[in-house]
């Protein structure tokens, strides 16, 4: 791990940083709970659609403040949702201030919050969302459905397409022509279409770790073809090279030719492959929820904090604030994919 | 060339079943059979019911129904919908024109786009022009087309240029022929503004590695020996050789194309296919949301055999093979 971030520091500066930034969004989206100023569903009801606050350090007499501080926003015209800067009185930030009880990573009970501002006070770095709740906390709680999703989907796909490639291209003639005429026809379908019949399926109405547990099956029940195929190709390929009819002759088992010779040569190829897949899980999950079919309020993920946008000109003007979720989603794709690159560069056999 | 065209056509007859059974699958992985669900939906009347029983089988064993159904499709009698009670085949076909003329446009406007600067960039590559050209590139890969359309929606929405949603303007039923068409052309330009710089990125991209691993060959290194001409060189022996792979791939990439129209369409109010199934799977309308994934497969099928009849034109290694 070391030597290849190393490598990483030394071949491409942009990877290299892209990793640093999918460490803080996974760190920041594990410790939502720790880091959000307030908890994913407080509705502050004097505050609907505020615009985000900024960070003073001069205030009005141009004095310098050391612990930057924050002004309150006044709802000036509540039809219009205009607000306008209280300048009478500051609010400075604060580490470990008091707020709601809840509990952190599910366990720890705890009404201290890693950041605030003083009583009074409100910050929203992002601003809020029509009922007021903080974007900002609610971009870090919604992380843990964005963000995770991606790495679970690739799992359960990736250990199909393991299987199902593996089979295929190891056993060959009928079997292989079977699966691979499947895999074929499932990505002959759009993949956006199979997507929502598959939830078609499904009654709109469930608990959230149901419906969680749900896009998962679906993305993966899509994504395992193209995987299969790669991984059948490479065991087709690695079958007749030398090292394996080498072991086989020393009389090695068939199980640890498998497990010691030909899954590790894999390696660099579908850890590349899995990294550049990612992002189109992440987009499925967005797609879903974004659509009213994916996490249901209030429980926030990224795409269902964009839908509210969808069709509604009116907030989308007045609140333009409310598709920062959306470059989050940008920011983690283009991250995994400076990364996958980067890899592909960095594991390509022939390059050493 | 005819024998090549017969054998691509023949492959698809698998394909297809295959498809079929499988759209006729999914709906039946479902709890519970669509008999008792019509039942439960107060939409449906009986005398519809007794219908689709008729014409479906629906109380037949499931393998029967799937051959009742398959005798159907092959008739254009996809089923009633349950909402709009009207034929599943008439609301689509609306539709399908719309999604049709989306992903056209899109695919010109990003080729025309691409292939240019591809080349450029192929010309000029490891210097500014090319680096900046990748990054930005990148960047358009990494944007999901549906925020695209809503930062273009939001654009549109702030500074009035474009409208949005729908396929015309208000009173364009008085207006000439040509008109109404310039009308239509204006409400297609936000998605498929969208849907193009979505897709430039990629062909961007590939267009320039093809380029440069054809302009690495052995026979651009002749055509230069023997004094060719530069221009004759890039455009006859470079560029024809690097574009053939991009028309291979145009198959694959359709149906990311399909699937980032369908988003692109929701956001931006576009009537098509990605709309309806939508629409189908928010209101339980079984049959429209089978018609809408078959219809979009057997698209995607259609995209793919005219990307392979057009490699054969274009290179004739793969028509003699």
Not at chain 1, 27 to 46: E, G, M, N, T
Not at chain 1, 238 to 249: N, V
Not at chain 2, 218 to 236: D, M, Q, S
Not at chain 2, 270 to 286: F, H, N
Request: glycine share 8%; charged share 15%; with cysteine.
């Amino acid at each position: 791990m070391r030597t290849f971030l190393r490598r990483l520091r030394k071949t491409n500066k942009i990877a290299y940083f892209s990793f640093w930034i999918l460490v803080l969004l996974y760190l920041s989206a594990v410790f939502a709970d720790l880091i959000s100023p307030y908890p994913y569903d407080l509705q502050h009801r004097d505050y609907p659609l505020c615009p985000p606050t900024f960070l003073h350090f001069f205030d009005k007499e141009g004095k310098f403040h050391i612990r930057p501080f924050v002004y309150n926003m006044k709802l000036v015209n509540p039809s219009l949702n205009t607000y306008e800067i209280d300048y009478s009185k500051i609010y400075h930030i604060k580490f470990f201030v008091k707020g709601p009880k809840r509990k952190i990573l599910g366990i720890i009970p705890s009404e201290r919050y890693l950041f605030g501002v003083e009583d009074g006070g409100k910050i929203f770095l992002f601003g809020t969302d029509m009922h007021g709740r903080d974007i900002f906390s609610r971009i870090l709680y919604g992380a843990r459905i964005s963000l995770s999703i991606g790495i679970v989907g690739v799992s359960i796909s990736f250990l199909l397409g393991l299987l199902i490639g593996g089979i295929s291209g190891y056993f060959g003639g009928k079997i292989d022509t079977f699966l691979m005429r499947v895999v074929e026809i499932i990505m002959m379908f759009p993949s956006f279409y199979l997507m929502l019949a598959l939830r078609a399926v499904f009654p709109t109405n469930l608990s959230s770790v149901q419906v969680y547990l749900l896009i998962v099956v679906i993305l993966s029940l899509i994504g395992w073809a193209s995987l299969a195929r790669i991984i059948r190709g490479m065991v087709l390929s690695l079958k007749e090279e030398e090292y394996i009819l080498a072991a086989k002759s020393l009389g090695l088992s068939t199980p640890r030719i498998i497990i010691r010779h030909l899954i590790p040569n894999t390696f660099s190829y579908t850890i590349t492959a899995l990294t550049l897949s990612i992002p189109g899980y992440i987009i499925g999950e967005s797609a879903l929820s974004l659509l009213g079919l994916g996490i249901q309020e209030p429980y926030p993920s990224w795409g269902n904090m964009l839908s509210v946008t969808i069709g509604n000109l009116r907030i989308l003007t007045t609140a333009p604030w409310m598709l920062i979720p959306g470059f989050f989603i940008f920011l983690t794709i283009i991250s995994f994919n400076f990364l996958g690159d980067a890899l592909r560069d960095i594991l390509d056999p022939r390059k050493w | 060339m005819k024998r090549y065209i017969l054998r691509r056509l023949i492959h698809l007859v698998p394909l297809l079943f295959g498809m079929t059974f499988i759209s006729f699958i999914i709906i039946h992985i479902a709890p519970g059979d669509p008999l008792t669900k019509l039942k439960m939906n107060p939409e449906v009347s009986p005398e519809t019911i007794e219908l689709m029983k008729k014409t479906f089988g629906l109380d037949k064993p499931v393998i029967v129904q799937y051959f009742y159904w398959l005798k159907n499709i092959l008739t254009f009698n996809l089923g009633e919908s349950f909402t709009y009670h009207v034929p599943v085949s008439s609301l689509i076909k609306q539709r399908l024109v719309n999604t049709i003329s989306l992903s056209i446009f899109s695919i010109f406007l990003t080729w025309i786009i691409s292939i240019p600067l591809g080349v450029y960039a192929g010309l000029r590559d490891k210097r500014w022009q090319e680096k900046l050209l990748s990054f930005i590139a990148y960047i358009g890969i990494s944007l999901p087309s549906f925020f695209i359309a809503m930062l273009l929606v939001f654009f549109a929405a702030k500074t009035m240029v474009l409208p949005i949603g729908g396929t015309r303007s208000l009173f364009s039923e008085n207006l000439s022929i040509f008109a109404r068409f310039m009308d239509y052309m204006r409400h297609l330009l936000l998605p498929g503004l969208s849907l193009t710089l979505a897709g430039i990125g990629s062909l961007y991209r590939l267009t320039k590695n093809n380029f440069l691993e054809s302009f690495n060959s052995p026979y651009v290194v002749t055509a230069y020996a023997k004094g060719l001409p530069e221009h004759k060189i890039l455009f006859k022996h470079v560029l024809r050789n690097a574009i053939n792979p991009l028309i291979t791939i145009f198959g694959y990439e359709l149906s990311g194309i399909l699937s980032g129209a369908a988003l692109v369409e929701v956001i931006t109010n576009w009537p098509g296919m990605g709309r309806l199934i939508l629409e189908a799977v928010l209101s339980q309308d079984i049959y429209l949301v089978m018609a809408s994934l078959l219809i979009s497969g057997i698209l995607l099928i259609l995209g793919n055999l005219f990307a392979d009849i057009m490699i054969a034109f274009a290179d004739p290694r793969v028509r003699l093979r």
